[in-house]
């Protein structure tokens, strides 16, 4: 069971998720790295609202979304995306990630925020550019990537933000599913593969960070498997729509942690013993 603060000592906080093409980019349980950030801002008090920023949403709701998620897709639904976020709201999304709107992008979603995504079967997509990354897909008869992903967290910010939430060095549990290959430009890795493998299964990276936009291969149990990044992301938010030194009421993630432990021992990782619990 969480742990639900006191409502009446809780700040009235007012939140609202974007969530990239719902019906075209939510593979393999992508809707939970929204349910995760709703209901945890949710458990401490916070209104929360969910604004799909589909083809029926304009630049100014891009713009006006304190994060975004981003799913998976397949490779046609891709294609429709990216027919669909041209100029100005392309033009709204740019600015909302420069300007650090803290965001979790999954799979599809990054592969459309990088230069370009080519298919196994058809034309190039063009991508926003705004991630230095491409990915290519080598074709339908190259297996895909798929399997239980465990990383550490590389990327500098983020790895020594976790670190001073939880204690210890960041590793995440996830799920991978993509036949596209992806190859970092200059943008920072999100982590390196610890288990699976990650952006292309050579070069040992996995994700990309880059200002507060979290990019991975890893699917939608993500934030419920790793709850701590779902509240570095509902932290980063708020900090910046409130301008304050916001700290987050601590919930009961005990059974999270628990599952997370029970897979890191079925995969036969072996973390580094966690440093001393944070005081
Ligand atoms: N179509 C992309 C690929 O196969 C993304 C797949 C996904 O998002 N699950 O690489």
Redesign the pocket.
């Given at each position: 069971m969480p742990h639900f603060p006191n409502y009446m000592t809780s700040p009235k906080f007012e939140i609202t998720i974007g969530w990239l093409y719902p019906t075209l980019?939510s593979?393999?349980g992508d809707r939970g790295n929204v349910i995760t950030i709703e209901r945890r801002a949710q458990w401490r008090g916070y209104s929360v609202k969910v604004l799909p920023l589909d083809q029926n949403a304009t630049a100014d709701d891009i713009k006006s979304v304190d994060l975004i998620v981003g799913?998976?897709?397949?490779?046609r639904q891709?294609e429709i995306v990216m027919r669909d976020l041209q100029g100005v709201k392309a033009d709204a999304m740019r600015e909302k990630i420069e300007n650090g709107t803290p965001g979790v992008f999954?799979?599809?979603?990054p592969?459309l925020l990088g230069h370009y995504?080519e298919?196994?079967l058809g034309q190039r997509i063009e991508g926003l550019g705004i991630l230095d990354l491409v990915?290519v897909?080598p074709g339908e008869n190259t297996k895909?990537c798929i399997g239980n992903l465990v990383i550490e967290v590389t990327a500098s910010r983020l790895a020594q933000d976790l670190k001073a939430m939880t204690g210890s060095t960041p590793y995440l549990v996830g799920f991978e599913?993509?036949?596209?290959r992806t190859k970092l430009g200059k943008v920072e890795a999100l982590g390196k593969v610890v288990y699976g493998l990650g952006n292309n299964g050579e070069d040992g990276t996995e994700g990309a960070f880059y200002q507060n936009a979290i990019a991975t291969y890893s699917?939608g149990p993500l934030l419920p498997k790793n709850p701590f990044v779902a509240d570095w992301l509902l932290q980063t938010a708020l900090r910046l729509k409130y301008q304050q030194p916001i700290t987050l009421e601590p919930l009961d993630d005990t059974l999270a942690m628990q599952a997370r432990e029970a897979m890191f021992k079925r995969l036969k990782v072996n973390l580094p013993a966690p440093a001393a619990a944070k005081v």
């Open positions: 980019m593979t393999y799913g998976g897709a397949q490779d891709q999954t799979c599809g979603s592969q995504y298919p196994g990915s897909h895909r599913n993509h036949g596209g699917h």
